[in-house]
């Protein structure tokens, strides 16, 4: 099972910030949280990942509480193009793991003119 | 640019069929993993590969077999392809430790 909950949808207008949401109660103090979106009939895409202090690069932010229980990764102007299922993931540590990541359902963003 | 290729974005195959997808990763990535995505049901992991010639089973193994011959190529079969295999396959690469790589998908029906 995923070890995160979503909210399934969220809008958003063209320009403005997406903040989406991901609560992750039970992780570890070694996992870390990764966030990936998937557009439609595509493959997933990697967007950014962290493990307790918060990160930025070209496409968000992502924004960890301090007792790393909930995130929330922040487009900070949306497009069109930003419309697509996004998935908050706790991903399983260990080398016999491979790093697997469970996927969860996801939040359906759509952003809108 | 790390680039994960799939041998065919849509297949349609008969039941019983002995099918194969193939994907390969350029970027010398140790970590391989073919997953199903299904409506309502997400992406699901099959099998996965940390090396040559290992294989893991993921959460729904019933029905497929992996190879991992060479470091570059993971294939995923389906010995008697059947109808409830009809889905959306992706593949994955990685390093032990980076973010996942995943190919364009291969949508597969069965008849």
């Known amino acids: 099972d995923a070890k995160t909950t979503q909210p399934p949808s969220m809008d958003c207008a063209e320009g403005r910030a997406a903040n989406l949401p991901c609560n992750h109660s039970t992780i570890s103090g070694n996992e870390y949280v990764y966030w990936y979106r998937q557009i439609h009939s595509q493959g997933p895409q990697y967007i950014i990942h962290?493990?307790?202090n918060n990160e930025t690069n070209e496409m968000a932010s992502l924004i960890i509480t301090e007792d790393r229980k909930s995130s929330t990764l922040i487009l900070p102007h949306a497009t069109l193009r930003d419309t697509a299922v996004y998935y908050c993931i706790v991903r399983v540590g260990g080398r016999n793991q491979g790093g697997k990541l469970i996927f969860g359902q996801g939040t359906e963003l759509s952003v809108k003119p | 640019d790390v680039k994960v290729t799939q041998s065919s974005r849509y297949l349609v195959k008969r039941t019983g069929e002995k099918v194969f997808l193939e994907c390969v990763q350029d970027m010398d990535h140790e970590n391989m993993f073919w997953y199903r995505q299904d409506p309502g049901l997400g992406l699901r992991l099959i099998y996965f590969s940390y090396d040559v010639k290992m294989k893991e089973k993921g959460d729904i193994p019933e029905g497929y077999s992996v190879s991992r011959e060479k470091k570059e190529r993971f294939s995923l079969i389906l010995e008697s392809a059947s109808t409830n295999q009809t889905s959306m396959y992706l593949c994955?690469?990685?390093?032990?430790?980076?973010?996942?790589?995943f190919g364009p998908g291969t949508r597969l029906t069965v008849t």
């Open positions: 994955a690469s990685s390093t032990p430790r980076s973010e996942q790589y």
């Open positions: 962290g493990l307790k």
